[in-house]
């Protein structure tokens, strides 16, 4: 290796002792895309891997969209594990193959789809990690837009370096070092053109918002981030800590999916820590972490009469007592309503919604019926997201009558003990959508329509 780059070494045998990555004997399997920083973490750990004694591995998921270019990203990848002496595994999917979860964007399922074959090679090679390639402008790339949506202290901590079985050794090192040391070293790597798109928020982030930072500021944004997402992780590190203490002594199981908090009890700590709490014991009911706003939601029912309720997802509730808050399920999930702002996102236990007012440009009409455009000057604020009742009517797209929702529910074959976990988004008294069944045909763009409101329903894989 050249001398230019012992830094590089330097700075991820820090990372590796300071978050304590791996130690000696430690059998990794490298996330390998074909890109510079995938390509340049396999030759780092190789570097390490007689000092560490490490077993290495290739893992690759070619998605075949852009066809003979994803077939040569693979290629890449399997030509240098055979040079390297190291076993690959590869995972082959066609744009046209059905896979079994269509929710959310496609790069979420993309993601999804990537870790859930690497965890599945890990298990089944013996592997104990998952390196990924993930640098210090990905995580800054992660914070800004965690910023823009609002997001608690969990969001603006970043990626983490380590989380579970996934390590990212290379989370300190800017992206531009990570090419320099591929270029300087000799390191083949494919250049991904959807990179140089607009079509994903991360890439106007990267490729306008931090030059455009950059040039009038005279900023390094990447660093200035990276450096305030470390203070808030370490932060955030610490309250979680100091909350599990206080819930070992104030959170009462009192059933099989229910808890207890005294409002005293909440009353006496700080207001952050308190909040911590709540959010700890609402994760131990869903099963997944709950957002700020919900967390302060409930944590607004110490002061509220007993009765009052915050519905934490289709299937639980919290419920305010005379001396306490409860945590429990939700028996009757015809009960479950709440308003939505548009322009944002709300995650429930069993399904995400999400909105975005958008340029008619931007509209692309496909066969995803978990995605639909509104016109957004036919709704009255707020929307409601609601669950199926009796009697409910609509106008389904294309018909000029109303319909019964009941009807279509069966005209669609959805299955009766399913009706009632579809939400429905609603304005006024009118049904505006049936998400992921059914369009009204009233809140149909035209071309007349001016503000675009686009929704996109993403029900949660089974637990």
Request: hydrophobic share 35%.
């Amino acid at each position: 290796m050249h001398k230019e780059n012992y830094d590089i070494f330097q700075v991820v045998k820090e990372c590796i002792a300071r978050e304590k990555l791996f130690g000696k004997n430690a059998k990794i399997i490298a996330a390998v895309s074909g890109g510079a920083d995938s390509m340049a973490l396999i030759e780092i750990l190789l570097a390490l891997k007689e000092e560490f004694d490490l077993s290495l591995g290739m893992a690759h998921v070619n998605y075949g969209l852009r066809g003979a270019d994803s077939d040569g990203d693979e290629q890449l990848v399997r030509t240098i594990a055979a040079e390297k002496g190291l076993p690959v595994y590869v995972k082959n999917i066609k744009p046209d193959d059905p896979v079994e979860d269509t929710t959310g964007s496609f790069q979420e399922r993309a993601r999804n789809i990537r870790y859930s074959f690497f965890e599945k090679m890990r298990q089944i090679h013996g592997f104990d990690l998952i390196a990924t390639g993930h640098t210090a402008d990905d995580n800054a790339e992660t914070v800004f837009l965690n910023l823009l949506r609002g997001a608690g202290p969990e969001g603006l901590g970043g990626i983490p370096p380590k989380r579970d079985s996934i390590i990212r050794p290379l989370i300190d090192i800017p992206r531009k070092e990570i090419e320099n040391f591929a270029r300087i070293e000799g390191i083949p790597f494919r250049i991904d053109s959807s990179n140089l798109s607009d079509r994903y928020a991360r890439n106007i982030v990267r490729n306008e918002v931090f030059p455009l930072i950059h040039k009038k500021l005279r900023e390094n944004v990447a660093s200035s981030i990276n450096r305030t997402s470390e203070i808030v992780r370490t932060i955030d590190d610490y309250v979680r800590q100091e909350a599990k203490k206080q819930s070992a002594g104030m959170v009462k199981k009192t059933g099989e999916e229910e808890y207890f908090i005294e409002k005293k009890a909440l009353k006496s700590l700080h207001p952050v820590l308190a909040n911590y709490v709540i959010r700890d014991t609402a994760s131990r009911v869903t099963g997944y972490p709950v957002s700020f706003e919900i967390t302060e939601r409930i944590q607004r029912l110490v002061e509220s009469p007993a009765g009052a309720s915050v519905m934490l997802t289709p299937d639980y509730r919290v419920e305010s007592e005379s001396s306490g808050v409860r945590f429990l399920e939700n028996t009757d999930p015809e009960k479950f309503i709440t308003s939505i702002e548009l322009n944002e996102e709300y995650s429930f236990k069993h399904f995400t919604v999400r909105s975005l007012f958008i340029s008619p440009e931007q509209v692309l009409f496909d066969k995803n019926k978990y995605v639909e455009y509104i016109d957004a000057g036919k709704i009255t604020k707020p929307l409601i997201l609601r669950f199926w009742k009796e009697g409910d009517r609509m106008q389904p797209l294309g018909m000029q009558t109303l319909k019964k929702v009941s009807d279509i529910f069966i005209d669609m074959k959805v299955p009766r003990s399913y009706k009632h976990r579809i939400p429905l988004l609603t304005t006024q008294d009118d049904i505006v959508w049936v998400c992921g069944v059914q369009l009204d045909d009233r809140f149909k763009v035209t071309e007349k329509t001016q503000l675009i409101l686009k929704i996109e329903y993403i029900p949660h894989a089974k637990r």
